[in-house]
């Protein structure tokens, strides 16, 4: 009997080649977003295994958003499955990004990656959530007003002014088990703002709280580094004003 279908034609210069090994494991990691990202990367690619595209682009690829975009960039660049090289003109202001399909030789192994802090969370069969191992996430509002001494709970306008000065607040954010809210700590200990209340540390997470969870794949020496950078480019005079979410251009 006759096909009355055609099927692909590998001899046409029409596909574009993504290794088995990212398949077998690491779109998992980085689920579909980020998957979808190295897509465009990889479709991109000339021989040299290098592309130039705009974030915009690449965002435009999948209907999602630049900053969507450029944190899986920043996610796949952190595991060494992307190299990226920037150039800066005279003027200080970024230039096209230029990025490299590094080979998977180059790669970090998932436990490397799960290591160095980078969560992402995973749908689970409703059957699996009632396991009694499953740890029950708590949201931040619950858990902010709740004495960094663990003193009980209370409501957050019963917390709103009582006393808490930095040194505390780092310590409470140094205990928590969440990644961004140790980032928040650690960028407090590092600015030293002046507040003396609870109130205006929830302020503060709030501020911070996106930025921060956009840092949650890169290592504490890399946050280290990027900040220098940063301070670097204060000193130099073309950077005015920063913040937590500044740090994010710094990293790479």
């Not at 150039?87 to 490299?100: D, F, M, P, Q, T």
């Not at 399909?101 to 992402?120: A, C, H, N, V």
Request: glycine letters at 4%.
């Amino acid at each position: 009997m006759e096909k009355q279908f055609k099927v692909r034609d590998l001899r046409k210069k029409e596909q574009f080649i993504i290794d088995d090994s990212y398949l077998n494991g690491y779109a998992k990691i980085f689920g579909p977003g980020g998957t979808a990202v190295y897509l465009s990367l990889c479709r991109r690619a000339n021989k040299e295994q290098f592309c130039f595209p705009s974030e915009k682009t690449i965002a435009e690829d999948h209907n999602i958003t630049d900053r969507t975009a450029r944190t899986h960039i920043k996610r796949l660049i952190d595991a060494r499955i992307l190299r990226v090289e920037r150039e800066r003109s005279k003027s200080g202001k970024w230039l096209h990004n230029v990025y490299y399909l590094l080979d998977k030789s180059e790669w970090k192994t998932p436990e490397e990656i799960f290591s160095s802090g980078y969560q992402r969370k995973l749908k689970t069969k409703p059957t699996e959530n009632n396991g009694t191992n499953q740890r029950k996430q708590i949201p931040l509002k619950e858990t902010y007003v709740k004495d960094a001494h663990d003193k009980g709970s209370a409501s957050p306008s019963a917390n709103a002014d009582v006393p808490m000065d930095l040194k505390e607040f780092v310590e409470w954010c140094n205990q928590s088990p969440q990644r961004h809210i140790q980032i928040i700590g650690i960028w407090a200990d590092t600015e030293e703002p002046n507040f003396t209340t609870k109130k205006q540390w929830e302020a503060f997470i709030k501020r911070n709280l996106r930025a921060a969870k956009d840092l949650m794949p890169f290592e504490d020496e890399r946050l280290k580094q990027g900040y220098k950078r940063m301070r670097e480019a204060v000193k130099e005079g073309w950077l005015k004003k920063y913040s937590l979410e500044t740090l994010l251009k710094f990293i790479v």
